[in-house]
Each structure stands twice: as structure tokens, then as C-alpha cells.
């Protein structure tokens, strides 16, 4: 989307989510969708998505709400869906195997193509396909074509973890560690800390009741 720097951020975060409906949709035979219809699929208000999709210019028609098929051609296009993307796994515990397993779904580009581990016990099997390297190799088996990984270990080595990969093309780390990593600024995280998400979740269902 380099060519889309002024959208928010909260709206280019909003956009797989739309995609991802949108081909349940298609899937179904829905040729066409409401901003109603999607608000109440994607739990975000109408209002919300039409200023969310108006960024984009005109995507649907007054009265006639918005054509399944051509959304998804351009959404699929905006998010780059039709180049595959692969990315690396570093850390094989409990969740990094199911991270493999799972490899994000047979209708998303995005692949995990390597995994990185220091247990000698898993270091040159494959698990879901995916082959495991030793933590070692990490900077000389990551090329040019990858420039996203997963980082899954143990918080104590997060850091370590970031600091090896600022030594690699990686330009983006999907961080499922509790701790904070410094990096150089050419390197963006998005942390997914699943205890902080269960913890918000437990508030808001004591505090804002549906």
C-alpha cells in the first residue's frame, strides 16, 4: 500500500478484516454487500467502513451498496494477495508449532517458510511442512525475499531474538513475547501479548456488559 500513505492507521488495520469477510461472502455466492450488512459481520459501524472504504475513492454505488467480486479484486491487490508472502517462525515452543500447523489457512498468501529454534530435539525435522534450523543459521538462511518474521520465544530472549534480526533484510516482527524489544528504526513490531488481550477482554466483560 505505498501508494496509500495518508490512510490512518486504524483504517489499514481494518482491511484484512474486511477482505477476510468479504471472501466468506463470495464464498457463499453473495454477489453484493451493504455497509450494514458488514457492519454487523465485522463488529465496526456502518459509518466507520464507508469512511474507511472512501479513502479508496468510489467503491460502491448509492442505494446499490457494494459488489462482492470487485472489492475483493481490490482489497486483494491493496493488501498484496496476489503475491506470496513469505515469512520466518523464530521460536518452536507450544505456540510456534501451532503457528506451523496452522501456517495461516490455505486462502492467504502469507507463509511460513522457516522456523528457528535452539533445541536440538526439533533443529532439521519439519514440522507442518515447514523446516527447522538452528538458531545459528538465522542470519545467513534469511535473504532478501523475506522481510517478516514471527518472534515466539521465551521473553527472556526476545531481545537477543531482535538483535539477530536487525543483522538480516527483515523489515517487520510480529512479536508474541510480553517484553518490549528495542530496534533500529527501520524495523517496525506489532506485539500480540495474549495475556494483556485476555485481560482486557475480563474487564470489559465485568465493567461493560453488553
Do not use: C
Not at 173 to 182: A, E, G, K, V
Amino acid at each position: 500500500m505505498d501508494e496509500q500513505q495518508n490512510i490512518p492507521r486504524a483504517t489499514a488495520k481494518r482491511l484484512p478484516l474486511y477482505y477476510r469477510y468479504l471472501e466468506h461472502l463470495y464464498a457463499s455466492g453473495k454477489t453484493k454487500v451493504s455497509s450494514t450488512e458488514l457492519s454487523n459481520a465485522v463488529k465496526v459501524d456502518s459509518a466507520t467502513i464507508r469512511r474507511d472504504f472512501s479513502y479508496f475513492g468510489a467503491l460502491g454505488r448509492k442505494g446499490y451498496g457494494y459488489d462482492v467480486q470487485r472489492l475483493i479484486a481490490f482489497f486483494r491487490k491493496t493488501l498484496d494477495q496476489d503475491e506470496a508472502t513469505p515469512v520466518v517462525l523464530v521460536g518452536v515452543g507450544n505456540l510456534g508449532k501451532a503457528l506451523l500447523h496452522y501456517n495461516f489457512g490455505e486462502n492467504n498468501n502469507t507463509r511460513i517458510v522457516k522456523a528457528f529454534d535452539n533445541n536440538e530435539a526439533i533443529v532439521g525435522k519439519e514440522i507442518g511442512g515447514v523446516p527447522v534450523m538452528h538458531m545459528d543459521d538465522l542470519i545467513k538462511e534469511i535473504n532478501e525475499s523475506i522481510w517478516a518474521a514471527i518472534v515466539a520465544v521465551p521473553s527472556t530472549a526476545a531481545q537477543e531474538v531482535a538483535d539477530r534480526i536487525t543483522d538480516t533484510p527483515i523489515e517487520g516482527i510480529l512479536n508474541f513475547t510480553p517484553s518490549r524489544m528495542t530496534v533500529p528504526e527501520h524495523i517496525r513490531v506489532h506485539h500480540i501479548d495474549l495475556s494483556v488481550e485476555l485481560q482486557s477482554l475480563i474487564y470489559f466483560l465485568k465493567h461493560y456488559p453488553l
